[in-house]
């Protein structure tokens, strides 16, 4: 697995959320320009999984987002490293993360 997540872009939408699966993960919301704006995670307390986050987050922000994921085990660990990653690209947490303080975050080198 990449440090970074390169899953391609799908459109915010009721329709592309309805085939999701209900499992546990992560996921990143972008805008328009594709500029991640949230990362967030599905763990065990989410209701139905990454498809209920997300359809939270469509709820949440409307459709003119578009979003990624990975099903994950260890999605706290990987939500952490996704914002350290972030973090280390571009100097500072998304927008939508900055009252959301993981537990720790780190220095990520990714040179």
Do not use: C
Not at 56 to 85: P, T
Not at 93 to 106: A, C, V
Request: charged residues 25%; proline residues 5%; glycine residues 14%.
């Amino acid at each position: 697995m990449a440090i970074r997540m390169e899953k391609a872009w799908r459109p915010l939408t009721a329709d592309e959320l309805k085939g999701l699966p209900a499992q546990l993960g992560v996921y990143q919301i972008a805008d328009g320009n594709q500029d991640v704006v949230y990362i967030g995670y599905a763990g065990g307390r989410s209701l139905w999984g990454l498809r209920g986050a997300l359809q939270d987050q469509l709820a949440e922000r409307g459709g003119a987002h578009q979003f990624r994921l990975e099903v994950n085990q260890q999605y706290l660990s990987r939500w952490e490293e996704l914002l350290k990653v972030h973090m280390g690209d571009h100097g500072s947490l998304p927008p939508g993360n900055e009252n959301h303080r993981p537990r720790r975050i780190g220095r990520l080198s990714l040179g």
